[in-house]
């Protein structure tokens, strides 16, 4: 069976990344590839996974620990695991975050009997081992990112052949950066594989999820904007025609966020807030 590199960045996780770990360890897939990047934590989370490797040496579920001296984000940890990575599947995993442990034999399967590059699968989200949303990545997923659906980090696995070396992670998007990675996953394959069922859980809890170990003072517009239309002058001559449609339909999805976001300071600013709800409730009717 084909080597699956599992990719996940780690800050500051001493209390929960060895249940991450060992939850990983429960998929009925081998051989795992496990690339962790740590970015410079300052508690025990290096240590805590030391001592995991040194308890789990086995050639069908093999850990690698990458160290970065200065905190550079958790998109530069993914680019450095995926250069580290030599998976014919990549799978991101975010490390507070877990699978359900036929996710990626499944997945796999799915793959290898399609010749596809891409497979996605549905969502949960978990808080205190209940699910309090599902997410079903169903229907057109082209237009649904385009609108601004999130397919989420963990739920797809793809093709190393796909994104190696052609794609990365941008490391100037500190906040959703799943959001654009997987937007032009999705428009650089032309198509993927819908498998229903929920194989993927967000982990809602009390401390620090991700993204709020990277600062961000205010709303990336213009930095996410660029970066889908950078990618679409690049590849314009490689991706279907759909696709084109579909990107600069995204890229029109983050102007109007953009021209809401603004609108909404201004008539709280002038008018309130209470007003403001008022307006937006009248328009949702």
């Not at 990458?66 to 993914?78: D, E, H, P, T, V």
């Not at 990626?104 to 949303?133: G, H, M, P, R, T």
């Not at 498998?195 to 809890?205: A, D, F, L, V």
């Not at 449609?245 to 995204?250: E, I, M, P, R, S």
Request: hydrophobic share 40%; charged share 25%; net charge positive.
């Amino acid at each position: 069976m084909p080597i699956v590199s599992v990719i996940i960045p780690v800050l500051n996780r001493d209390k929960i990344i060895i249940d991450t770990l060992e939850k990983l360890k429960k998929q009925n897939y081998r051989p795992l590839e496990i690339i962790i990047v740590d970015d410079a934590s300052n508690d025990n989370t290096v240590k805590e996974i030391n001592s995991f490797i040194e308890r789990n040496s086995d050639k069908g579920f093999a850990v690698s620990l990458y160290l970065n001296k200065i905190n550079k984000g958790a998109c530069f940890c993914r680019n450095y695991g995926l250069t580290k990575s030599s998976g014919k599947y990549i799978q991101f995993l975010d490390s507070d975050d877990f699978l359900n442990e036929n996710k990626i034999e499944l997945q796999v399967k799915f793959l290898e009997s399609n010749n596809s590059s891409l497979v996605i699968s549905d969502y949960e989200y978990l808080k205190d081992n209940k699910v309090v949303k599902k997410c079903k990545n169903d229907g057109n997923l082209f237009k649904r990112i385009s609108f601004g659906w999130s397919i989420y980090t963990s739920s797809p696995l793809i093709k190393s052949s796909l994104i190696k070396n052609r794609l990365k992670w941008n490391e100037k998007i500190l906040f959703l950066q799943d959001k654009d990675f997987l937007f032009k996953v999705l428009m650089l394959s032309g198509s993927y594989t819908y498998i229903p069922g929920y194989t993927s859980y967000y982990i809602q809890h009390d401390n620090y999820q991700i993204s709020d170990l990277y600062n961000i003072k205010k709303p990336q517009f213009f930095t996410m904007i660029f970066s889908r239309l950078s990618f679409l002058i690049f590849y314009f001559f490689q991706i279907k025609y759909k696709c084109i449609f579909y990107t600069l339909l995204g890229i029109c999805e983050i102007f109007f966020q953009f021209i809401f976001y603004y609108l909404k300071k201004v008539i709280i600013f002038f008018f309130g807030e209470k007003i403001f709800y008022i307006i937006k409730k009248c328009l949702n009717r």
